[in-house]
């Protein structure tokens, strides 16, 4: 009987822990559900919006500009912020000061992304932080879940002449 209990004991930890290496593997690799919080990404992703994020596109380089990702903040590393791509490395982007009274350029170091929320006026970005290493992305968000009267792809930037092309 002693056999029978150790043995059903072993079976359910050996499948806790096999299940629990997938659900791991899937949710660093594949990706997850998400609340993003704070108004930075007004209006395009809303205070307790909750988003789909997937996590393949930063293992294979796949961010692009335009993209919104998830990423570790440079100021608090337990925190995560949520941002728009605006540049990737080797870009020249235009730097506003928080009054947009000086303009500057700045150009995107190797290995680092420039990011900013959607509602400029009331985001902590890369124009405080200045570019972050590629490797603070945790995954690139595309698909809003809640909402359910938003339910579907994200829409593109209300700042889209904030992309540099030259």
């Known amino acids: ?20 290496c997938i659900a791991h ?8 559900v998400v609340m993003c919080s704070g108004p930075s990404m007004e209006p395009t992703i809303q205070n307790s919006d909750i988003v789909f994020a997937e996590n ?3 293992h294979f380089y796949g961010i692009q500009r335009g993209d919104i990702v998830i990423a570790k903040s440079p100021s608090d590393p337990k925190s995560n912020i ?7 490395e080797g870009d020249k982007i235009l730097t506003n000061s928080p009054s947009d009274f000086f303009k500057s350029h700045s150009y995107v170091p190797t290995g680092h992304v420039w990011l900013e929320g959607d509602n400029l006026q009331n985001s902590t970005d890369s124009r405080y932080y200045g570019p972050i290493p590629y490797g603070l992305i945790r ?4 698909f809003k879940i809640w909402p359910l009267s938003d339910f579907g ?10 992309f540099s092309d030259d």
């Open 82 to 88: 949520c941002k728009r791509v605006i540049g990737l």
């Open 25 to 32: 593997c899937a949710f660093e690799y594949v990706g997850g």
């Open 1 to 20: 009987m002693l056999r029978g209990v150790l043995g059903k004991t072993f079976r359910l930890v050996g499948y806790t822990i096999q299940y629990g």
């Open 153 to 162: 792809f994200l829409r593109e930037s209300p700042n889209g002449h904030r």
């Open 56 to 58: 393949l596109s930063r």
């Open 139 to 142: 995954g690139r968000i595309f």
